[in-house]
């Protein structure tokens, strides 16, 4: 928990931020919270300024990507910013003719299957994804003490939209790839390590004050068949910034066999969703590494009274530990009341104070 209070003298800025120092298992004056996908269309100033423009081109203009990411802060006082972009992002920049579908998610013109489609993917240079750098630089000019977070897609995730052309329930050719196909499956990663590795360098480069790694749909596969094909790229991942200075979080959905094999893989925070209890994933992620989670998203949508009761027992969980970042089990649903979220946040702050 983050109950203990820290008098040192700080020296100010976002690496001294409640968010930062929870993900270093410090202590904090409250527990941090911020939301998955807090930026988006639960927000009406969100759907204003998006109006008209397309979700891809939307992450290539800076000043819009500033002001985006700014709203949620504004409006709900939430203790991080996430930066407003895709995990599908620095593919697109390596060259994949992809699109962002609304109410669908990523389209893929021409699946990857084969060697030659893997090599047609390139790896990025810095210069690939200035806006992003500058976006970031534009960000943390205005942001002060307040951190932001950049993050990625992990290479797990990204094959899946990759190799299905897009959404998937199953998961069934990205598996058949997997299985029946393992050397073209390891370079696909491989390059996805790659290209995943120099676009949060990137980010980095520019001044976020953390990185989250999104596998978010590794929940699909068993803890061996995560192991023997996903874990080594992952672990390339974060293990490539492991110098850099920043804390790492790594976050999946459905992920409760896999906690552990997560937290192998080198981040410094696990994010773990609503099916799990802090208690239980605590356990299985080992006693070195800070936790964010676990309000279920829907819940959001019951009477007040229950929220509140939900909001103290995930923050009773995570007070059994250092270091508990609050965040929903997954991503602000577009549907949500946004007064809710603002009243969450207030609430988690006054619940937690010490
Ligand atoms: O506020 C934030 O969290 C930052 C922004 C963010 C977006 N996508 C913006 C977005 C983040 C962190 C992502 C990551 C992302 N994108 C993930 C990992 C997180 C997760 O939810 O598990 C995944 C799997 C994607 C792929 C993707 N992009 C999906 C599934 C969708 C939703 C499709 C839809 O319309 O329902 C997108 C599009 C997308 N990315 C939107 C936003 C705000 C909605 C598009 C819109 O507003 O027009």
Request: proline share 8%.
């Amino acid at each position: 928990g983050n109950a203990a209070r820290d008098d040192r003298p700080t020296t100010g800025g976002p690496a001294d931020s409640a968010f930062v120092r929870a993900c270093r298992r410090e202590p904090v004056p409250h527990t941090p919270v911020w939301f998955m996908r807090q930026a988006g269309r639960s927000l009406p100033e969100y759907r204003e300024v998006r109006a008209g423009i397309g979700m891809l081109d939307s992450c290539r203009r800076p000043e819009l990507v500033r002001e985006i990411t700014l709203q949620p802060v504004r409006r709900h006082h939430v203790d991080a910013a996430i930066l407003f972009s895709d995990i599908v992002v620095p593919v697109a920049a390596a060259g994949v003719d992809l699109d962002i579908v609304p109410g669908t998610g990523p389209v893929v013109a021409e699946p990857v299957r084969t060697l030659a489609d893997v090599e047609r993917i390139r790896p990025i240079d810095p210069a690939d994804v200035s806006y992003v750098d500058e976006a970031v630089r534009l960000l943390v000019g205005e942001l002060g003490n307040t951190p932001l977070i950049g993050f990625a897609g992990a290479p797990f995730t990204l094959a899946s939209y990759l190799v299905e052309g897009g959404p998937s329930r199953n998961h069934l050719r990205t598996k058949a790839l997997m299985h029946g196909a393992p050397d073209i499956w390891h370079a696909l990663l491989g390059r996805l390590a790659e290209i995943t590795l120099t676009f949060l360098r990137v980010q980095i480069a520019a001044g976020v004050s953390a990185v989250q790694l999104f596998d978010s749909w590794a929940g699909a596969l068993s803890e061996a068949d995560y192991r023997r094909f996903v874990l080594p790229h992952s672990a390339a991942v974060l293990g490539g910034l492991a110098g850099a200075g920043v804390p790492r979080i790594h976050f999946g959905v459905g992920t409760a066999e896999l906690l552990g094999a997560m937290s192998e893989a080198g981040a410094d925070v696990v994010g773990v969703d609503w099916r799990t209890s802090l208690d239980a994933a605590t356990v299985r992620i080992g006693p070195d590494k800070a936790i964010q989670g676990n309000l279920d998203p829907a819940l959001l949508f019951a009477p007040w009274p229950v929220i509140e009761a939900e909001v103290r027992r995930v923050l009773a969980e995570g007070a059994n530990t250092p270091g508990h970042i609050f965040n929903l089990g997954h991503g602000v649903l577009p549907e949500t009341d946004p007064e809710v979220l603002t009243r969450v946040v207030a609430l988690v702050h006054e619940a937690s104070a010490s």
